[in-house]
T-cell receptor, first 113, second 113 residues
Framework: QKEVEQDPGPLSVPEGAIVSLNCTYS??????FMWYRQYSRKGPELLMY????GNKEDGRFTAQVDKSSKYISLFIRDSQPSDSATYLC?????????????FGTGTKLQVIP | DAGVTQSPTHLIKTRGQQVTLRCSPK?????VSWYQQALGQGPQFIFQ???????QRGNFPDRFSGHQFPNYSSELNVNALLLGDSALYLC????????????FGAGTRLSVL
């Protein structure tokens, strides 16, 4: 079983839709939770970063963490064609003062105009 | 302010050869991590360098080695290349005290024939 599970999609939605992306994890030691966006042939770009359970909002993006269920989500409101990309969840645990980051496989999102 | 830069952008090698990839971190960053991203997969953590020493290592064989220089730049070396080493190799930099906020380069695409 992988430490982080993410539905690879692809997910196709019309412009303006609300998008929900999700990951589950099995390692209780994960403390930090991130969402990255990766455009084709580019490096990942950090979108959201959270530490505790609850919600964090940044513009059209909301990150949600439920540590009790080992489940994280990213919501995108009013989706735009420019949001078409692969979205990667990532989580990290501390080891000797250093963090090791584990990524999901990524969900490919297409927003259709 | 230059972000994370990686060189070369593309590389073609044959089985058994050795390769060196290079990374310059974002200005002011002191920690460099390397990841391997196979097609359709999330990045897999290879190792992390801080103060010129390997601090964390993922599940990669000893054929994968690295180095960090006094100016914080880093190299990834892979010996005895296998076909399965074909992937996008990503470098990420961060500050140790902001250890989970990583900035990625665009990557080096390695093809092993």
């Amino acid at each position: 079983q992988k430490e982080v599970e993410q539905d690879p999609g692809p997910l196709s939605v019309p412009e303006g839709a609300i998008v929900s992306l999700n990951c589950t994890y099995s390692n209780s030691a994960f403390q930090y939770f991130m969402w990255y966006r990766q455009y084709s042939r580019k490096g990942p770009e950090l979108l959201m970063y959270t530490y505790s359970s609850g919600n964090k909002e940044d513009g059209r993006f909301t990150a949600q963490v439920d540590k009790s269920s080992k489940y994280i989500s990213l919501f995108i409101r009013d989706s735009q064609p420019s949001d078409s990309a692969t979205y990667l969840c990532a989580m990290s645990a501390s080891s000797g003062g250093y963090q090791k980051v584990t990524f999901g496989t990524g969900t490919k999102l297409q927003v259709i105009p | 302010d230059a972000g994370v830069t990686q060189s070369p952008t593309h590389l073609i090698k044959t089985r058994g050869q050795q390769v060196t990839l290079r990374c310059s971190p974002k200005s002011g960053h002191d920690t460099v991590s390397w990841y391997q991203q196979a097609l359709g997969q999330g990045p897999q953590f290879i190792f992390q360098y801080y103060e010129e020493e390997e601090r964390q290592r993922g599940n990669f064989p000893d054929r994968f080695s690295g180095h960090q220089f006094p100016n914080y730049s880093s190299e990834l070396n892979v010996n005895a290349l296998l076909l399965g080493d074909s992937a996008l190799y990503l470098c990420a930099s961060s500050l140790l005290e902001s250890k989970n906020i990583q900035y990625f380069g665009a990557g080096t695409r390695l093809s092993v024939l």
